[in-house]
Nanobody
Framework: QVQLVESGGGLVQAGGSLGLSCAAS????????MGWYRQVPGKQRELVAS???????NYADFVKGRFTVSRSSARNTVYLQMNSLKPEDTAVYYC??????????????WGQGTQVTVSS
């Protein structure tokens, strides 16, 4: 169906930058939205940023002005450029794809997650 593979996580100092990538394969033409979520132990998974097939972006308040989400022209790759990183940005970041089948039912697909650690 849809397979998502993230890359680009790592360890950075506070104030630094990091770029994440997510490549989608499978039923990529049925994907309506791709985005990034993050999760830390004991906390709910939360939306970081998303982008629709039409290019409309959405950002969580805590990353506005610092992170940028974008997509390739083929819409099979989504990127997250993370600038001015803070220690509280430390989390596992997951790529997400939302699609709709021919019956109009929605589905979510997830990548394996990539660790982002920001040290102070």
């Amino acid at each position: 169906q849809v397979q998502l593979v993230e890359s680009g996580g790592g360890l950075v100092q506070a104030g630094g930058s990091l770029g994440l990538s997510c490549a989608a394969s499978g039923s990529i033409f049925s994907i309506n939205v791709m985005g990034w979520y993050r999760q830390v132990p004991g906390k709910q998974r939360e939306l970081v940023a998303s982008i629709t097939s039409g290019g409309t972006t959405n950002y969580a308040d805590f990353v506005k002005g610092r992170f940028t989400v974008s997509r390739s022209s083929a819409r099979n790759t989504v990127y997250l450029q993370m600038n001015s990183l803070k220690p509280e940005d430390t989390a596992v970041y997951y790529c997400n794809a939302k699609l709709e089948d021919v019956a109009g039912l929605g589905y979510d697909f997830w990548g394996q997650g990539t660790q982002v650690t920001v040290s102070s």
